[in-house]
């Protein structure tokens, strides 16, 4: 249920300034947030979104050693090429103060090396450090021999080795990019210096202080039970996984100069900052606090400086604000288990606690834990994962270059990495451009602008005058039950369904359009019959699903939706329209005299293939990551000859072949194609589209809730207009009979056929 006026913190992945983003960023941790907070904010929430840049840690420092410069050059450069490109695709991050005032928030995208957050994580090492959750340990610590007889100590990144979970040989110090394990740099295996492999390396002892992770076992253990309705299953899972593995102290120093300095006094302290993961997830606390010291005083606020507290505070009757916490997986964690365990102790520490007396969650006048944190699985490049130290990517800014954003922004939603990795190609972004964007949206817009420039223009319109509404009810009530389909998919922050679901709604402008026939009747001569009141009735109303599209495309593709909006004459920026407006069936039917343009251009891919060296960094190794498919064991011997008219296929390829049960949900006549259906399965995760040629041979009504057999992992492919993805098993007799293959009974929707 739609709840408006709630106070909803946006909290997004703080990125390294070591490098550009590149696409598996945007689609993981920067786009989804933003879809977020611009649909939080048409229903009217009070939004502050909230990230930056993470400037310190070893990934800068080794970046700057392997270029030969200033840890702040490189911090310096990205920071500011990774703001403008966020900016370019849109995302809101500025203006800093929502257009309806202060009181509703904003978004400030900061830089952990601001002075203010350095003061404020010193603040609250000390205030944890004085409640007793710290612990002084003596640690190894790989340290690299230099030939002069100096050294330095070798943070996790700077050394590299083989992962102790899984054995990939080229893990990092503190993570593993192939199984995403976390360890001590000590656990590695066939240990060597990153900067200088042939160095000699050995093990000495430094002092370090660990946050008391263990006392918070408890606590961790029953906000995760509450959450468990919430959370996406591999949030779930990760989250348990730590806690079910027992919580050890982590350290929150290190032996590196590039940093928050430690706030201790004594030369035992020299050359030992704050660990970045320490500091890091504070960044949304102290972002907050520097957005409202920043905008909020001088835009007289009421609450001044302290009206960060709205969005992060339990009030006086327990009402939380909604935490929202937009990261990849790798990082899930940190923001289910660590930030919350910073967050307690800190609430701990501020009532004056120490580790005498158990932490517990938080209640009123407390910081408060997250609502949700819907992290997203990985996206892909040609099978293996986009790494930035891999240089295997699609860079943002080159990408934004060549490229309508909008575009980036559509191919990215529609195939978000929910629940699933899912792969970028430049064959499928074309497919999904051309045949589904321009075909159905784009396509369906052109028409009703095109068609309204050749009727007669009143004061008011070429429309007005046409609109009958008697005409028109069936069609309100089909966008009404679609506009509650997006708003129910984007509340539970499932971004592609919510598009889906938008895009139905321009589908089926399309098959009204279609089936009216309104060309027929644009000359005043043809105007004059029943039949032509009715479809020049149904082409007024297709402005008005234009309008509808423009906001609910907002979200998604904001600068497209602006376009439109301006279009049908409508004044304003379409991002500050209320989201119930895409319904308002009486609104003035506005126009704009200028011919419209096309929203989106046609792609050429063998344009785009020519440049895509260009695009796309790596050596050849790396671009060529394949999909690994389900199989089984190999077959035992191969027949000599097959059965006459049969050609065997190897078991091997049989395997390949995913089949599932899928609940039909939905059934829609195809706007495109007249012996099409259009069928939304539910298959167990986040639903697809099938498009399937058996309307002489079952109604919709028979359709609907059926448990069909499907083919899961069949590539995706427009069909007039509409991606199916997958296809439905059925039987033909050869007669002129043809049926379904159903599953006798209930069983879960995705379950695997053997």
Not at 91 to 118: M, Y
Not at 510 to 522: C, D, F, G, S, T
Not at 689 to 708: D, F, R, W
Request: aromatic share 10%.
């Amino acid at each position: 249920m739609v709840q408006d006026n709630q106070h909803v913190l946006i909290c997004v992945a703080w990125p390294y300034a070591n490098g550009p983003l590149h696409l598996g960023h945007v689609a993981g941790c920067y786009l989804p947030p933003d879809i977020q907070a611009r649909f939080e904010r048409a229903i009217g929430n009070k939004v502050l979104m909230v990230s930056g840049s993470d400037e310190h840690g070893t990934p800068i420092t080794v970046t700057a050693e392997q270029e030969g410069v200033n840890p702040q050059d490189i911090v310096d450069k990205f920071h500011q090429i990774n703001i403008d490109a966020l900016l370019k695709l849109g995302c809101s991050w500025q203006p800093n103060i929502d257009s309806r005032g202060v009181e509703f928030g904003g978004a400030l995208f900061n830089r952990t090396s601001d002075e203010k957050h350095k003061q404020l994580v010193q603040d609250n090492f000390l205030k944890l450090l004085n409640a007793g959750f710290f612990e002084r340990k003596t640690t190894q610590q790989y340290y690299e021999l230099s030939s002069s007889g100096a050294g330095r100590f070798l943070p996790d990144r700077y050394v590299e080795g083989t992962c102790p979970n899984c054995g990939y040989e080229d893990a990092r110090g503190d993570q593993c990019d192939d199984c995403g394990a976390t360890y001590e740099a000590i656990e590695l295996k066939n240990p060597r210096s990153k900067m200088n492999p042939e160095s000699t390396i050995e093990v000495k002892d430094t002092d370090h202080f660990f946050y008391r992770l263990d006392l918070f076992q408890n606590a961790l253990e029953q906000h995760a039970l509450s959450q468990e309705k919430i959370w996406k299953p591999n949030v779930r899972a990760m989250t348990k996984q730590w806690l079910d593995m027992g919580l050890r102290p982590r350290a929150v120093t290190r032996d590196l100069t590039w940093g928050i300095p430690l706030p201790m006094k004594g030369d035992e302290w020299l050359g030992k900052c704050v660990y970045v993961w320490f500091e890091a997830v504070q960044g949304y606390s102290t972002c907050a606090q520097i957005w409202s010291s920043q905008q909020t005083v001088a835009s007289n606020h009421p609450m001044g400086a302290n009206a960060w507290e709205a969005w992060w505070k339990v009030d006086k009757d327990g009402k939380k604000p909604r935490h929202l916490y937009f990261l990849g997986k790798d990082n899930i964690p940190f923001h289910t288990v660590i930030w919350p365990a910073l967050i307690m102790g800190l609430n701990h520490a501020n009532a004056g606690l120490d580790t005498s007396t158990p932490v517990s969650l938080p209640g009123p006048g407390d910081l408060a834990l997250e609502h949700n944190v819907p992290a997203m699985e990985y996206l892909m490049l040609a099978g293996g994962q986009f790494s930035k130290s891999r240089k295997h990517a699609v860079w943002l800014p080159s990408f934004l270059e060549r490229f309508d954003p909008d575009t980036l922004r559509y191919y990215l939603s529609i195939n978000m990495p929910e629940n699933h990795d899912t792969d970028f190609n430049w064959p499928d972004f074309v497919e999904k451009i051309n045949s589904e964007l321009i075909a159905a949206y784009g396509n369906f817009v052109h028409r009703i602008l095109t068609l309204g420039s050749r009727l007669p223009n009143s004061s008011n319109g070429p429309f007005e005058q046409l609109e009958i509404n008697e005409y028109n009810l069936e069609h309100k009530a089909k966008l009404e039950h679609i506009h509650g389909e997006i708003t129910s998919s984007l509340t539970k922050h499932r971004f592609k369904e919510a598009l889906r679901f938008a895009m139905k709604a321009a589908q089926y402008g399309n098959q009204i359009i279609q089936a009216a026939a309104p060309w027929k009747y644009l000359s005043p001569e043809n105007q004059q019959s029943g039949e032509s009141k009715a479809s020049l009735a149904t082409l007024a109303f297709g402005w008005r699903i234009c309008r509808y599209l423009s906001i609910v495309m907002q979200p998604f593709m904001p600068f497209s939706s602006q376009k439109l909006w301006n279009n049908l004459g409508q004044e304003g920026n379409v991002s500050e329209v209320g989201w119930g407006e895409a319904i308002d069936w009486e609104c003035p039917m506005t126009w704009n005299e200028h011919k419209a343009e096309p929203l989106f251009k046609r792609l050429d891919l063998s344009e785009i293939l020519e440049h895509e060296e260009s695009l796309v960094s790596g050596n050849n190794e790396d671009q060529n990551h394949s999909h690994s498919v389900k199989g089984g064991k190999k077959g035992g011997k191969k027949m000599s000859k097959a059965v006459e008219g049969v050609k065997y296929l190897e078991f091997d390829d049989f395997m390949k072949v995913e089949l599932k049960v899928g609940k039909i949900t939905n059934v829609e006549d195809h706007p495109n194609a007249d012996k099409l259906y259009v069928i939304h399965l539910d298959d167990g995760s986040e639903g697809r589209t099938i498009c399937a040629g058996i309307k002489e041979y079952y109604s919709i009504e028979q359709l609907t809730g059926m448990n069909v057999v499907f083919v899961a992992n069949l590539k995706p492919r427009p069909l007039r207009g509409v991606t199916s993805e997958g296809m439905m098993l059925a039987a033909d007799d050869g007669n002129g009979l043809v049926k379904l293959v159903t599953i006798d009974g209930d069983i879960s929707a995705g379950s695997t056929v053997r």
